[in-house]
């Protein structure tokens, strides 16, 4: 089976700090593209940045700046240093892999995975 776990949620005040980790495990044969999406309350999930294997990073639209995406490929783990942070960025932050798993000698994939998602609350 196959886990994606993020940390590093919480409350923080406006203009703050944080830095979210996801971590991906199981039978994993190879991680390719992880990422992060965010979804407030009452709005539709919407992507944050990604990374690839190599490191190469996409952010959405107003992400990058504020939002760096980081990855550490012997760790299988991403981050998402967040600074500046505004009571509208609020949301549950969701991670996401695409993996190829490996089990008993056959491969599947590539497949998405999602994590749970952590909470980030930021007050004004």
């Known amino acids: 089976q196959v886990q994606v776990v993020e940390s590093g949620g919480g409350l923080v005040r406006a203009g703050g700090s944080l830095r979210l980790s996801c971590a991906a495990s199981g039978d994993i044969f190879s991680l390719n593209t992880m990422g992060w999406s965010r979804q407030a309350p009452g709005r539709q999930r919407e992507s944050v940045a990604s990374i690839s294997s190599s490191g190469y990073t996409t952010y959405a639209e107003g992400m990058e700046g504020r939002f760096t995406i980081s990855r550490d490929n012997a760790k299988n783990t991403i981050y998402l240093e967040m600074s500046s942070l505004k009571p509208e960025d609020t949301a549950v932050y969701y991670c996401?892999?695409?993996?190829?798993?490996?089990?008993?000698?056959?491969?599947?994939?590539?497949?998405?995975?999602w994590g749970q998602g952590t909470q980030v609350t930021v007050s004004s």
């Open positions: 996401n892999a695409v993996l190829t798993r490996i089990q008993g000698g056959r491969l599947t994939g590539p497949v998405n995975y």
